[in-house]
């Protein structure tokens, strides 16, 4: 079974966590939402939804898994307060050096992926505006794509925004499950 995680950190975009939590437990891949840089599980996403964690990062880690993927939330502060994670950034970089999937969705791809070197080489999207945030650096910037809801390059998938959560969601299950599979899942969901 394909497994994946999904960092939560207070101030997530509520949308872009579940909605890749939904479509990919959906497909048959197990995901556990991980509470990312405190000791609680509840937290509250940018739009004050509460949301409680399937499990701390810290007993993630401690159990010494690999995911298939990891999916990282935007949202302020979320995506801030995923960046000052050092266990957060630990697993990214683990991801990064065993080539498996890393996805970052609206200002995420930018706080958060920028300063582990996992948009290095890749082509990228993000938040509008997001791409001048300090950390981006020149060499990550070249390779930027504007107006699209998402880019897929390689072990890498980023999308814009809130609005793009479903089709990125999508991608994540094509990724891990297949095209037959995403289109079930599609069905199952009245999408077209």
């Known amino acids: 079974m394909k497994t994946a995680v999904v960092f939560l950190a207070d101030g997530f975009e509520e949308v872009e966590a579940l909605s890749p939590v939904d479509y990919l437990r959906r497909a048959g891949v197990e995901v556990t939402t991980l509470a990312t840089g405190k000791d609680e599980l509840e937290l509250t996403g940018a739009r004050g939804i509460p949301v409680r964690a399937d499990m701390k990062l810290t007993d993630y880690l401690a159990k010494n898994i690999s995911p ?77 794509v504007d107006g699209v809801p998402f880019v897929s390059d390689g072990n890498l998938v980023t999308a814009c925004g809130a609005g793009a959560a479903e089709e990125f969601s999508m991608e994540l299950v094509r990724l891990l499950c297949g095209e037959e599979v995403m289109t079930k899942v599609k069905k199952s969901t009245c999408q077209r």
Request: proline share 8%; with cysteine; glycine share 8%.
């Open 68 to 144: 298939d993927l990891v999916v990282v939330p935007g949202g302020m502060p979320g995506a801030v307060n995923v960046a000052s994670c050092k266990e957060a950034n630990e697993l990214i970089k683990r991801q990064l050096s065993e080539k498996k999937l890393i996805a970052a969705i609206c200002a995420s791809p930018a706080v958060v992926l920028a300063p582990t070197g996992a948009l290095e080489g890749h082509k990228w999207t993000c938040y509008p505006g997001m791409v001048d945030y300090s950390p981006v650096s020149a060499s990550f910037a070249e390779k930027h």
